[in-house]
């Protein structure tokens, strides 16, 4: 199976300066305080847990606030074919946007089966959008890509979570997929992580591009990531060419660990996967 081979990572500074700083400035709903993303869009929406970085996440605490069972997977009634309308602001402008699919579900979660093929068909109609999908359910995604993947659309970025070496085989996984870019989220960072071992394979050398890195936010019950183990990864990184991406640290929401500006400088770390600055750049 053909492998996409990555270069040398590229910094956020050296990217596209102008993109970078008008990337919010176009009239499009559903904006996001993610600082990887652009967008969100979850065409469904609820999720059932299937490991440790599942146990506080964010989408089961705002959903019961609001009185529905997070658990069930339901279609969403309004924002579905919201990419569609997107496209239409965008390809005017030769402009692309990210999107972080699914940041309230999980895009191979099996009781989205239903759906998710009108879901692709929308994702093949929108060039000027990249998904980024990520999931913790690497086993159901080769059973579950459209007829034509091939070596991927030129518009998906498959990823997995991987909060801890207890779940490190979703890493090879999808190491397995043709992808146009492959990353992980290793976010809730709640132990150390060690990644080297698949980069460094050659049955999956730099089959990652993009690795995101992050500590817990919320409430008392978080669980804090050392700063070594961001350190760690970082230097994985830096090994086996893989871009990484420090989103933040950790602690109470809206916290200072959550500003670059206020963290040691050597984790002041936002590089993306190599390319990106040519794809997304009209």
């Not at 602001?89 to 979660?109: I, M, N, Y």
């Not at 080297?196 to 817990?216: K, S």
């Not at 994985?236 to 950790?250: I, S, T, Y």
Request: net charge negative; hydrophobic share 40%; proline share 7%.
């Amino acid at each position: 199976m053909a492998r996409l081979t990555t270069a040398p990572s590229v910094p956020a500074a050296a990217w596209g300066a102008e993109w970078h700083e008008n990337r919010h400035e176009e009239p499009m709903s559903d904006r996001t305080a993610i600082e990887w993303t652009d967008k969100t869009w979850n065409p469904w929406h609820g999720c059932t847990k299937v490991s440790a970085g599942c146990d506080h996440c964010y989408m089961f605490r705002e959903k019961r606030m609001y009185g529905q069972d997070p658990e069930v997977v339901a279609r969403s009634k309004t924002k579905f074919r919201d990419p569609l309308k997107w496209e239409a602001e965008l390809a005017p402008l030769g402009q692309r946007k990210l999107v972080f699919t699914c940041s309230w579900s999980d895009w191979f979660h099996k009781d989205a089966d239903p759906w998710r093929d009108e879901a692709w068909a929308i994702i093949n109609q929108t060039p000027h959008l990249t998904y980024q999908i990520l999931t913790k359910r690497p086993g159901r995604i080769a059973r579950h890509l459209p007829a034509d993947w091939g070596e991927g659309y030129q518009n998906v970025w498959l990823g997995v979570s991987c909060e801890s070496d207890d779940v490190r085989h979703r890493v090879t996984q999808l190491a397995d997929i043709p992808a146009r870019v492959r990353f992980v989220s290793a976010e809730p960072l709640i132990a150390p992580l060690m990644l080297a071992g698949i980069f460094g394979d050659l049955q999956y050398h730099r089959a990652i591009h993009w690795l995101i890195i992050g500590g817990e936010s919320g409430g008392p019950e978080r669980r804090e990531m050392k700063l070594n183990w961001a350190r760690d990864l970082i230097n994985q990184c830096r090994d086996f060419d893989v871009a990484p991406f420090v989103k933040q640290l950790g602690g109470p929401i809206n916290a200072k660990r959550g500003d670059p500006a206020e963290w040691p400088e050597d984790l002041r770390v936002r590089e993306w996967p190599a390319g990106y600055e040519v794809s997304h750049v009209a």
